[in-house]
């Protein structure tokens, strides 16, 4: 009977060895487990503050979505975008859940996707509310990743461009600028700058108020950027000063077409809100390396030469308008 006792309490023994190895090696499987995911997901929220493209992010967060389902595939599809991520060929024959990917204001950025394979999840169909909560917060997830990159995008245009023409600003000209002359030193080319200045604007703003004056604004910098090529980068100095950086230059002659093309926009008037506006502007340019070698005499000669160009036009309008009796003592002069 002792023996039997000894027996049973060793079988007893062993057995509870074998569960508790098993709970141990489950346990460690599932820490294992949530510290994989955990670093997947603080991998995940690094890269969102990173530069790193939006498509590897949020393949990250299917694949992270599709650990989490037991290895079901899982992908997004963009809105108006592309499809990332696992999307199987027996597509049709899986049970698909999906999860819109809220924004924080307007349509859905896009929706994630999971195809549960039945031989994986049996019961189908049931409920799913464990999957779903999993799907939900990584269409969170994603939803922080593409508004991050939406609000960063939109914080770069800001700092790059003009808000009330839309163009780009003198920060941004001046980045671009710094750019072409490294450029145009490795391989020995040249490039044009243009400096436009409004002759009309100030008596349109005094006479009509600066909503008028904008509105102006706007459709002289949308004149000037039809008459200009992909490549050149017309920007907004600040008031009424425009600038055009032409990268695609040989030589002076062609920044003079440049030029006079863009002085044509004038000829026609500005229909602002029915007030038929007519508008000029004085023009003035710098060829690199020629007129400068830096982003700043460069524009110094563009601008000395506009307002050079100016007092010229402003000489002519002045002698055009003097009295008819003074007429015949300027031509003896002349």
């Known amino acids: 009977m002792l023996s039997l006792i000894l027996l049973a309490a060793a079988i007893a023994a062993g057995v509870w060895g074998l569960i508790l190895r098993s709970k141990v090696r489950r346990q460690s499987r599932e820490l294992a487990s949530l510290a994989y995911l955990e670093h997947r997901r603080s991998r995940i929220f690094a890269d969102i ?4 493209p939006l498509a590897e ?8 979505t599709s650990f989490m389902l037991n290895g079901a595939s899982c992908w997004c599809d963009v809105t108006d975008g592309a499809r990332l991520g696992n999307y199987p060929a027996n597509a049709d024959r899986l049970h698909l859940l999906h999860e819109e990917i809220p924004a924080r ?16 999840f049996p019961g189908i169909p049931r409920t799913f509310a464990p999957e779903m909560e999993i799907l939900s917060r990584s269409a969170q997830l994603a939803m922080l990743a593409m508004e991050t990159r939406r609000l960063h995008a ?13 163009v ?3 920060r941004s000209l001046g980045e671009r600028m710094d750019a072409l002359i490294e450029e145009a030193r490795r391989n020995a080319s040249v490039f044009g700058l243009i400096y436009i200045d409004l002759d009309q604007f100030k008596p349109i703003n ?9 509105l102006f604004l706007q459709q002289v910098a949308e004149r000037l950027k039809r008459q200009l090529r ?6 907004r100095m600040g008031g009424d000063e ?26 026609e008037p500005f229909d602002v809100e029915g007030k038929l506006l007519q508008g000029s502007a004085s023009f003035g340019y710098s060829i690199y390396p020629e007129d400068g070698a830096t982003r700043e005499s460069l524009l110094a000669a563009a601008d000395a030469a506009m307002y050079l160009a100016k007092n010229i036009r402003k000489k002519a309008a002045a002698k055009t308008a003097r009295p008819e009796r003074s007429a015949p003592a300027d031509q003896g002069r002349a």
């Open 206 to 214: 005094d006479r009509y108020g600066h909503h008028v004056g904008d």
């Open 49 to 52: 503050n990173s530069s790193k």
């Open 242 to 267: 425009f600038a055009v950086l032409l990268p695609m230059v040989r030589h002076r002659t062609r920044v003079e077409e440049i030029a006079l093309r863009l002085e044509h926009c004038f000829k």
């Open 168 to 170: 780009h600003n003198r």
């Open 154 to 166: 939109e914080l770069l245009h800001r700092s790059e461009v003009d808000l009330l023409t839309n």
């Open 57 to 64: 992010i949020l393949e990250a967060i299917a694949e992270m």
């Open 230 to 235: 992909s490549a050149d980068l017309l920007a």
């Open 105 to 120: 204001s307007g349509p859905p950025l896009g929706t994630l996707f999971a195809g549960l394979d039945t031989k994986v």
